[in-house]
Structures are given as C-alpha cells and as structure tokens.
C-alpha cells in the first residue's frame, strides 16, 4: 500500500537555526497538509497545500514557517529561527481530493523535533 | 473551536464494548476519526458527513448525530489490536480545504 513518507525520522537543532523537513506524498495525491504534535497533546493544524500554493494556514503557521514543493515529489516545511516551542513531533499528510469531499487523510510517520 | 472528546480514557477487557464521543458545539459538516499508536502516525478509520449514513470499518461503527453536532465511535467486541488514542477531527464547512480540528484524543486500552 502507498504510504507518505517523511525524513529525517528525529531531528536535533538549537534554538534559532533554521531546519527543513522533507515529504515525499502518495504520488497520486493532489493536497498535501502539514500538522504537529506537541508531546502528549492533540494533533494540530498547520497548513494545507494545492496546485503549488497555500490553501489554508492556521495561527501557528507564522512568517517563521514556509511550505514548498521543490520538484514532482517532495512537500518540505522550513522553520527558520527556530524556538524551544516548536519542539514537536511534525506529520505531513497527503489526500486524493480535500477532506471534505470524503477524502482521508493519509499520515507519514512523523519527524520528531528537538529544539536546545 | 476545538471538538471535546469523552471520556479521556477508557481500559477494557478483550471482548468489552465501548464508546467515544465527540462532540462540538458549533455546527459540523463533518467528522473523521483516527486512531493513532504510541509513536505512530494516527491511522484513518472512517468520515461521517452531514446527513450521511452511519459508517463501519471491521467491528468499529460510528454514527454522527447532526442536532447535538455529536459523533459516536462504538468499538465493539474490541481486540488487543484496538488499544491507542482515537482522535475525532471536525471540519465546520466545506471550505475548510483540509483543515481538520481535532480533539484532545481518548486513550484506549486493551487488556487480554
């Protein structure tokens, strides 16, 4: 079965360095979604990605945070200076249409990040 | 608006039924629920759209009640393979563009 897959699995980086995390979504997929776990709290909203543009954004998703589709395959998010806060574990997400047509929400396994 | 969840936890034996809900209080065009393994992706189950029909996904149905904006998962005869934390993510409307709001999740437990 197809599967949305992310890189690094755990990522290490101190506070105000910039990391990028890299997906590579179910090819067939057309909306791409990035969302976040902090430790023992509940998934949460970050941005939805269409046709090369952001869709939708949440209050998390700030000037700090960029999306991008580099090429035919991989979806990757940037935070630039990162913050303790943003320690999180990161999913992308992919789906065949918008989730409110029906559509699940297919989840990568998730890069663990580790802001010192 | 984040959907509350109830309860936070519950511990079953193998065999037991249970249910969890999910419940807004402003209005929902739908409701999709996941259930998600310690340290694993959450894992989609089924999506309950208004004025849909009840859904199934092996011995796990759920239903979605548009007056009280409250949706219901019944896990029933459950297995060791049903212990992890089902969350339930809501949509307001059909503009949403993916934005899934969720809940702070419900803690399952399965014992032999």
């Known amino acids: 079965e197809p599967e949305v897959t992310q890189t690094p699995s755990h990522q290490v980086t101190q506070m105000g360095q910039e990391v990028i995390l890299r997906c590579v979504p179910i090819?067939?997929?057309?909306?791409f979604y990035w969302y976040r776990q902090i430790l023992g709290q509940k998934v949460e909203f970050l941005v939805s990605?269409?046709?090369?543009?952001?869709?939708?954004k949440s209050e998390i998703f700030d000037d700090q945070f960029s999306v991008e589709r580099p090429d035919g395959s991989n979806f990757t998010l940037k935070i630039r200076s990162t913050k303790l806060e943003d320690s999180a574990m990161y999913f992308c997400a992919s789906s065949e249409g918008w989730a409110v047509y029906n559509s699940p929400l297919h989840f990568g396994n998730g890069t663990r990040l580790t802001v010192t | 608006q984040q959907p509350v969840q109830s309860p936070q936890a519950v511990i079953l034996r193998e065999g037991e039924d249970a249910v969890i809900n999910c419940s807004s209080s402003?209005?929902?065009?739908?409701v999709h629920w996941y259930r998600q393994k310690h340290g694993e992706a959450p894992v989609f189950l089924m999506i309950l759209l208004k004025g849909g029909e009840q859904m199934r996904h092996e011995k796990i149905s759920a239903s979605f009640n548009e007056k009280k904006q409250q949706s219901s998962l019944y896990l029933t005869a459950s297995q060791l393979s049903y212990s992890g934390t089902y969350f339930c993510?809501?949509?307001?409307?059909?503009?949403?563009?993916?934005?899934?709001?969720f809940g702070q999740g419900t803690i399952l437990t399965v014992h032999p």
């Open positions: 402003k209005a929902l065009y739908s």
């Open positions: 090819s067939n997929h057309l909306y």
């Open positions: 990605f269409y046709n090369n543009e952001i869709s939708e």
């Open positions: 993510g809501t949509e307001r409307d059909g503009t949403s563009y993916g934005k899934l709001t």
